[in-house]
């Protein structure tokens, strides 16, 4: 009896740490076929023979998802490794949180450049496959923020939001021939948080992460459900987040 994820041909961008990392590994160990891109090569490397030690099947490509090149070079990787590909997972992604009025431009752009353009980068690198082969699944990790709007997270919240708004015509569009899931993870105890340039939010969201935040590998659940259920099945959104969250 199948799992549902056993055999799967699965990319996974951002895959290096966190949300990534944890898919990756329980993916590997129901027996999922991977592919690993981050733009931090040494800690894939890690990874990659992390799972390979435990029986597990993966290959690496350092992978800037802001670069649509590389994004498509992670999705010819899995063709030239295992023959196809079944699953993108938009995992990659970067948070800047200011007040509108201090005008991070740098910022903007970043997420603009990772969290949106990075996951339309690995759409379009997935697509061409999965209409070749007539099916496929688009699994992208988005955020809490966005359903409750709030200060400091505007930006943020709009590039989460256009994915989902992406996610929702993309699924329309399939018409049976792919799947697209989405899924919102809430405080989830990562590394995330440390790259937020903003002293005292970065402060703030990781004080409040380590009073509240679940592990990475809720998440990663989330995706292996997804994952395995019936070719006839979408699993469209899901919200995953600690119970004693707003």
């Given at each position: 009896m199948t799992n549902g994820v056993e055999n799967k041909v699965v990319v996974i961008t951002g895959a290096s740490s966190?949300?990534?990392?944890?898919?990756?590994?329980?993916?590997?160990?129901?027996?999922?076929?991977?592919?690993?891109?981050?733009?931090?090569?040494?800690?894939?490397?890690?990874l990659t023979q992390r799972i390979q030690s435990a029986g597990g099947q993966a290959v690496y490509l350092q992978t800037d998802v802001t670069s649509s090149a590389e994004v498509a070079a992670l999705a010819q990787l899995a063709l030239t490794e295992f023959g196809r590909l079944d699953v993108m997972i938009n995992n990659a992604g970067i948070s800047q949180l200011h007040l509108m009025e201090e005008v991070d431009i740098e910022g903007w752009e970043q997420m603009i450049d990772v969290n949106?353009?990075?996951?339309?980068?690995?759409?379009?690198?997935a697509l061409p496959v999965f209409k070749s082969q007539g099916s496929g699944h688009i699994i992208n990790i988005i955020s809490t923020a966005g359903?409750?709007?709030?200060?400091?997270?505007?930006?943020?919240?709009?590039?989460?939001?256009?994915?989902?708004t992406i996610g929702e015509a993309l699924r329309q569009e399939s018409k049976g021939r792919w799947r697209v899931t989405g899924i919102s993870p809430g405080f989830v105890a990562t590394p995330f948080a440390g790259n937020i340039k903003n002293e005292a939010i970065r402060n703030v969201l990781t004080q409040r992460a380590g009073e509240i935040a679940i592990p990475a590998s809720a998440i990663a659940e989330a995706v292996a459900y997804a994952i395995s259920q019936p070719d006839q099945v979408d699993v469209g959104d899901m919200v995953i987040r600690p119970a004693v969250q707003d």
């Open positions: 966190g949300i990534g990392e944890a898919t990756a590994e329980l993916l590997a160990a129901r027996g999922a076929k991977l592919v690993l891109g981050a733009r931090r090569a040494d800690l894939l490397l890690n949106l353009k990075g996951t339309l980068y690995g759409i379009a690198a359903i409750s709007i709030v200060r400091t997270m505007g930006v943020y919240a709009a590039t989460k939001n256009a994915v989902r």
